[in-house]
């Protein structure tokens, strides 16, 4: 199995930017599909993007579409979140996550088979 570990997490104010990282340790990341969710306040889980395990197709959810952009660098085994423009609705506690499927359900939090901890996004107004 693959243990996830995310971090960059943190306040910023609105307008600003962060980069994510999902450090992946056990077995190679480039096995799986990943994906990042986010959790606010008082409301459930979120997808809010996914890259596929050879980069050949990226995919948002609309509240983040020409902002925020996924990718990953197989070679460090590492799978990056870069925020910009962010807004007070994008804090969150954001998580990244490994699928190990090709169903094409990638938006359910079920298709993902593991998961980081956590960390912190908190935007400022």
């Known amino acids: 199995q693959v243990q996830l570990v995310e971090s960059g997490g943190g306040l910023v104010q609105a307008g600003g930017s962060l980069r994510l990282s999902c450090a992946a340790s056990?077995?190679?990341?480039?096995?799986?599909?990943t994906g990042w969710f986010r959790q606010a306040p008082g409301k459930e889980r979120e997808f809010v993007a996914r890259?596929?395990?050879?980069?050949?197709?990226?995919i948002y959810t609309d509240s983040v579409k020409g902002r925020f952009t996924i990718s990953r660098d197989n070679a460090k085994n590492t799978v990056y979140l870069q925020m910009n423009s962010l807004k007070p609705e994008d804090t969150a506690v954001y998580y990244c996550?490994?699928?190990?499927?090709?169903?094409?359900?990638?938006?359910?939090?079920?298709?993902?088979?593991?998961w980081g901890q956590g960390t912190q996004v908190t935007v400022s107004s």
């Open positions: 996550a490994a699928d190990p499927n090709d169903s094409g359900t990638y938006s359910l939090e079920s298709e993902y088979d593991y």
């Open positions: 056990g077995r190679t990341l480039s096995r799986y599909h």
């Open positions: 890259i596929a395990r050879d980069r050949s197709i990226t």
